[in-house]
């Protein structure tokens, strides 16, 4: 079994136990399915360890694979010949080198690589010096890939900014596309063989689709005399204004996607995945509306359950009262948590439906449900910048070409409702 193997094994062993502790979240697990677990976790630990094994070998064999005059051999004879700032044990880059590549990094945005220097250029390919850390390289399309210290800038700014990703799960990937997998479940029937009762038979049927990495693209140009002035806040400008462009619109997207079909993610709210629970009444919410969306999740699901909905709709909310003119809302009281309704966290989303006005309109106005067990985001690769320093010479001005990979969708339905009112 070779390491790709090895890992998919590891995987699939690791989501079989998830899956039965997330069957029993909440209540007594019995003690064979609890052995089950903690099977399938050992197996997954020895596998990884045979992995690892594996990694390690490859990279000793790499090392020895490489000419001698890049590596002395003696101990003594190459602690003096390393130069200082070199990489480190592990193979990794330096702090001083990491500092050194982002800044030929952003030498090569205003300049291209042309304007390097080979040592720049050593940096911005560490693979030349046997470096395993993740680094700042042009790929064969002639893509930069954004340095670690920058692209982990930018995924810290996501979930400030963005509703989906953080209550979303999120898995890293390293296809254009994941296996969606689901089976139909076994059932059970009371009886006694000896009475001649028929078995309760029933086969798993299973279904299979796929989803997709979609890509999502930027251009920007800025002028070269403008670059040259404002050298010091280039950094803060690409990590700042992208990483807001990225986050809208994939937040969008994950809301109100048209699926792989239009080269976007699947939105929550396209098409008839997730079941829709009708008000009660045209053009209006009420209390008994949202406490029939709640209870339309099984519970199950219900527990980690969360309102989303534009903030129109969360003001129509804020108006309702009791029979004593009591308001239904509950503001929070702690810093950074959100305001709750029936009990469930409340969230704002621009892209969400409003309340229809107009005669004839129908709207979603509400996802209420748990995002986590029911909506998975793809992240296939961090952000990429190719830069176009030819294409607007004569302009004066140098181009920015974005590239960022992120796929969506549902993946279990019934964890999920969607209120649906008419005008």
């Given at each position: 079994m070779d390491l790709k193997e090895l890992v998919g094994r590891a995987r699939q062993l690791v989501e079989e136990a998830r899956r039965i502790v997330e069957e029993y979240e909440g209540k007594d697990m019995p003690a064979d399915?609890?052995?089950?677990?903690?099977?399938?976790?050992?197996?997954?630990?020895?596998?990884?360890e045979h992995a690892d094994q594996l990694a390690e070998m490859k990279r000793l064999q790499d090392w020895l694979d490489e000419p001698q005059y890049k590596r002395p051999m003696g101990d003594a004879d190459t602690k003096a010949r390393t130069p200082e700032g070199a990489e480190d044990s592990k193979g990794e880059l330096?702090?001083?080198?990491?500092?050194?590549?982002?800044?030929?990094?952003?030498?090569?945005?205003?300049?291209?690589?042309?304007?390097?220097?080979?040592?720049?250029?050593?940096?911005?390919?560490?693979?030349?010096?046997?470096?395993e850390a993740k680094a700042l390289v042009e790929d064969a399309t002639g893509e930069i890939l954004v340095p670690e210290e920058l692209e982990s800038e930018i995924y810290r700014s996501l979930p400030k900014i963005t509703v989906i990703r953080p209550l979303a799960t999120v898995r890293p990937v390293r296809t254009n596309r994941v296996r969606r997998?689901?089976?139909?479940?076994?059932?059970?029937g009371w009886g006694k063989l000896e009475t001649g009762r028929p078995l309760n038979e029933s086969t798993p049927n299973p279904s299979q689709e796929f989803q997709y990495v979609e890509d999502l693209y930027g251009l920007a140009?800025?002028?070269?005399?403008?670059?040259d002035d404002t050298d010091v806040n280039l950094q803060a400008f690409v990590a700042d204004?992208?990483?807001?462009?990225?986050?809208?619109?994939e937040d969008t997207a994950f809301v109100v996607g048209t699926g792989h079909a239009n080269q976007q993610p699947e939105g929550i709210l396209n098409g008839a995945v997730v079941q829709r629970v009708s008000?009660?009444?045209?053009?209006?919410?009420?209390?008994?509306?949202?406490?029939?969306?709640?209870?339309?999740?099984?519970?199950?699901?219900?527990?980690?359950?969360v309102l989303i909905m534009h903030q129109e709709t969360e003001l129509a909310l804020r108006l309702l009262k009791d029979n004593n003119g009591q308001y239904l809302w509950q503001?929070?009281?702690?810093?950074?948590l959100p305001n709750t309704f029936a009990g469930y966290p409340v969230y704002n989303q621009a892209d969400v439906g409003r309340i229809p006005t107009q005669a004839g309109q129908t709207a979603?106005?509400?996802?209420?449900?748990?995002?986590?067990?029911?909506?998975?985001?793809?992240?296939r690769q961090g952000m990429t910048v190719k830069v176009l320093d030819q294409l607007y010479a004569e302009q004066g001005m140098i181009g920015y070409r974005v590239r960022y990979r992120v796929g969506g969708g549902v993946v279990r339905p019934d964890a999920l409702r969607i209120l649906r009112v008419t005008a």
């Open positions: 399915k609890a052995a089950e677990v903690k099977k399938r976790l050992e197996e997954a630990r020895k596998l990884k330096t702090p001083e080198q990491k500092r050194k590549q982002t800044k030929a990094f952003f030498k090569a945005l205003r300049g291209g690589l042309a304007v390097l220097t080979p040592e720049e250029r050593d940096l911005l390919n560490p693979a030349h010096k046997g470096f997998r689901s089976m139909t479940e076994l059932t059970v140009r800025i002028g070269e005399d403008e670059l204004s992208f990483a807001r462009a990225i986050a809208e619109a008000a009660g009444q045209t053009g209006a919410i009420t209390t008994d509306d949202v406490l029939k969306l709640i209870f339309s999740v099984p519970t199950q699901y219900r527990r980690n359950g503001q929070s009281l702690q810093a950074g979603d106005v509400m996802i209420f449900g748990d995002v986590r067990a029911g909506y998975r985001i793809l992240d």
